[in-house]
Antibody
Framework: EVQLVESGGGLVQPGGSLKLSCAAS????????MHWVRQASGKGLEWVGR??????????AYAASVKGRFTISRDDSKNTAYLQMNSLKTEDTAVYYC???????????WGQGTLVTVSS | QSALTQPASVSGSPGQSITISCTGT?????????VSWYQQHPGKAPKLMIY???NRPSGVPDRFSGSKSGNTASLTISGLQAEDEAHYYC??????????FGGGTKLTVL
């Protein structure tokens, strides 16, 4: 059974940093691209970014709204993806999901999400 | 990258059919056959309903179908059922090698 479990969310002040983790199991993590998607309360889904597999040089891409502030990484030995968030803004407050695709197209596996609140 | 455009809400009666549109540009929806649709019930993670414009994952009822014409993709749900009431989001791969979601559509089953 595929499982994605996010952790690391919490309350942080504007300008602060937070690192989220996504522990994966039940599929070949090392061969899969991993994505982060967020959702502010009562709002729609927003793609945050992704990291590809070693075969694709661990290439990363980010949404314009987080580029330069957020960094996605992975540790294939731990089957874990990470989202390092720096210079956090109040508008970054959201539930953050990690997600992946079994076919390379369409996210068929999602974590339960972790809440990040940026507030003073 | 601007969000794809979806109607804020649609509604239909049980047994009827509805269609949700998702409009982008030639740099996303129109340029690639990598459009997906997701269903999200309150408090739950999104569920993949359609991928690559018109493909249904295993377990998704064939009442759900997808299509695309030009820069607009569509999700059609036939034989509406009460449990179809949810938010629906489209997404597309983009020419910047990023992904973009639509703003979401709330489906109400009357």
């Amino acid at each position: 059974e595929v499982q994605l479990v996010e952790s690391g969310g919490g309350l942080v002040q504007p300008g602060g940093s937070l690192k989220l983790s996504c522990a994966a199991s039940g599929f070949t993590f090392s061969g899969s691209a991993m994505h982060w998607v967020r959702q502010a309360s009562g709002k729609g889904l927003e793609w945050v970014g992704r990291i590809r597999s070693k075969a694709h040089s661990y290439a990363t891409a980010y949404a314009a709204s987080v580029k330069g502030r957020f960094t996605i990484s992975r540790d294939d030995s731990k089957n874990t993806a990470y989202l390092q968030m720096n210079s956090l803004k109040t508008e970054d407050t959201a539930v953050y999901y990690c997600t992946t695709s079994s076919s390379g197209s369409g996210f068929d596996y999602w974590g339960q999400g972790t809440l990040v609140t940026v507030s003073s | 990258q601007s969000a794809l455009t979806q109607p804020a809400s649609v509604s239909g009666s049980p047994g009827q059919s509805i269609t949700i549109s998702c409009t982008g540009t030639s740099s996303d929806v129109g340029g690639y056959n990598y459009v997906s649709w997701y269903q999200q019930h309150p408090g739950k993670a999104p569920k993949l309903m359609i991928y690559e414009v018109s493909n249904r994952p295993s377990g998704v009822p064939d009442r759900f179908s997808g299509s695309k014409s030009g820069n607009t993709a569509s999700l059609t749900i036939s034989g509406l059922q009460a449990e179809d009431e949810a938010h629906y989001y489209c997404s597309s791969y983009t020419s910047s090698t990023t992904l973009v979601f639509g703003g979401g559509t709330k489906l109400t089953v009357l």
